[in-house]
């Protein structure tokens, strides 16, 4: 097969880590794997843990791939809130592209032991999720500022917390809570 990403280096048949099947472009250094190759090895080895200190280089594809298996072209899946970098993957064939490097961020994010989760409708909403808190986290901090964010937040969990927090909410929202007028 062809490599999905340089175009240049064959896939040839390896052993990610020497743990499970993938096959190696010879050019680029990227890696296709079966999600299945995957799952089998990981439910022979629900212990296994990655060494997560490795040092690398990440060459990430940002055009759409196409499968080496199929010729359609393949998703791409965000890994975390953490990083913008995206994994490619083939519904049809159960592949995964990963490019240079990223096996080995996987394992920095501690997503190695998860790689068939990442592809999942929840993982992905669970990500958009926190993406959207993040972005709102920023901007109420931004138009705020750190110091006085910090305390509208505390405020607002101590709220939560109260019993007759709808009647606070009212008095704090008045504009003279202790007028019969509105």
């Given at each position: 097969m062809k490599c999905t990403s340089c175009k240049q280096g064959e896939l040839t048949p390896s052993f990610l880590e020497g743990q499970f099947r993938s096959h190696t472009c010879t050019n680029c250094h990227?890696?296709?794997?079966?999600?299945?190759?995957?799952?089998?090895?990981?439910?022979?080895?629900?212990?296994f843990s990655f060494d997560e200190s490795l040092q690398y280089d990440i060459d990430e594809s940002k055009q759409a791939l196409?499968?080496?298996?199929?010729g359609t072209i393949m998703r791409k899946f965000k890994l975390s809130t953490t990083t913008d970098h995206r994994i490619d993957y083939s519904?049809?064939?159960?592949?995964?592209?990963?490019?240079?490097?990223?096996?080995?961020?996987?394992?920095?994010?501690?997503l190695a032991g998860s790689l068939n989760s990442v592809l999942t409708t929840h993982w992905q909403r669970n990500i958009r999720t926190n993406s959207t808190k993040d972005n709102f986290?920023?901007?109420?901090?931004?138009?705020?500022?750190?110091?006085?964010?910090?305390?509208i937040k505390a405020l607002r969990e101590w709220l939560?917390?109260?019993?007759?927090?709808?009647?606070?909410?009212?008095?704090?929202?008045?504009?003279?809570?202790?007028?019969?007028?509105k």
């Open positions: 990227g890696n296709w794997i079966l999600i299945e190759d995957y799952v089998a090895w990981k439910e022979r080895n629900p212990e196409l499968c080496p298996v199929t519904a049809s064939v159960g592949g995964v592209w990963l490019d240079k490097g990223e096996w080995e961020l996987l394992k920095k994010e501690n986290a920023e901007i109420y901090q931004d138009k705020f500022g750190e110091e006085t964010y910090t305390k939560y917390q109260q019993p007759n927090k709808a009647d606070l909410r009212a008095y704090l929202l008045a504009e003279d809570p202790y007028s019969a007028e």
